[in-house]
């Protein structure tokens, strides 16, 4: 279960970040109940990306139960 949880949230994040760099930034999220529009909250890519490069400096062993818990 915590393998299924880690790989969706890391493909949430990927595909935050490819929204980035494809300049698509009028993206909405829904967190926890609340829309998050990324224009107006852009630190939200950058603790993306931050979680997403201390994760895979883990190793790929930990990067499900590091994943999981920052939820």
């Given at each position: 279960?915590?393998?299924l949880?880690?790989?969706?949230?890391?493909?949430v994040?990927?595909?935050?970040?490819?929204?980035?760099?494809?300049?698509?930034?009028?993206?909405?999220?829904?967190?926890?109940g609340?829309?998050?529009?990324?224009?107006?909250?852009?630190?939200?890519?950058?603790?993306?990306?931050?979680?997403?490069?201390?994760?895979?400096?883990?190793?790929a062993?930990?990067?499900?139960?590091f994943?999981?818990?920052?939820?």
């Amino acid at each position: 279960m915590a393998y299924l949880g880690a790989i969706i949230l890391a493909g949430v994040m990927l595909y935050a970040l490819y929204s980035v760099f494809t300049g698509a930034r009028d993206r909405r999220f829904n967190y926890f109940g609340k829309t998050i529009t990324l224009d107006e909250h852009p630190w939200v890519y950058f603790l993306m990306m931050a979680v997403l490069i201390v994760a895979l400096l883990m190793g790929a062993r930990a990067l499900p139960l590091f994943l999981v818990s920052i939820l």
